[in-house]
Nanobody, 115 residues
């Protein structure tokens, strides 16, 4: 059974930092491209950051220079370090694993940026 479990969300003030984690099980993690998506109320889900199986990263323009995605293949985990958070970063954040025709999602973790 495939599971992706996110953690690390919460309430933070503008300018603060959070580190999201996603623990994967039931997949050959090293083969998968791992993504972080987010969805704010009333908006479409958007791709925030990607890390391929060889470690290549890519970011949405809105988070470049503030967010960093990383992975630990031995622990089957992917992380999203979020710095200098802004109110517009408020959203539910989802971990996604993608390889070939396989596509899996976590349940999401809420990030709220507010003073």
């Amino acid at each position: 059974q495939v599971q992706l479990v996110e953690s690390g969300g919460g309430l933070v003030q503008p300018g603060g930092s959070l580190r999201l984690s996603c623990a994967a099980s039931g997949i050959t993690f090293r083969l998968y491209t791992m993504n972080w998506y987010r969805q704010a109320p009333g908006k479409q889900r958007e791709l925030v950051a990607t890390i391929t199986r060889d470690g290549t990263t890519n970011y949405a323009d809105s988070v470049k220079g503030r967010f960093t995605i990383s992975r630990d293949n031995a622990k089957k985990m992917v992380f999203l370090q979020m710095n200098n958070l802004k109110p517009e970063d408020t959203a539910a954040y989802y971990c996604n694993a993608h390889w070939s025709k396989n596509d899996y999602w976590g349940q999401g973790t809420q990030v709220t940026v507010s003073s």
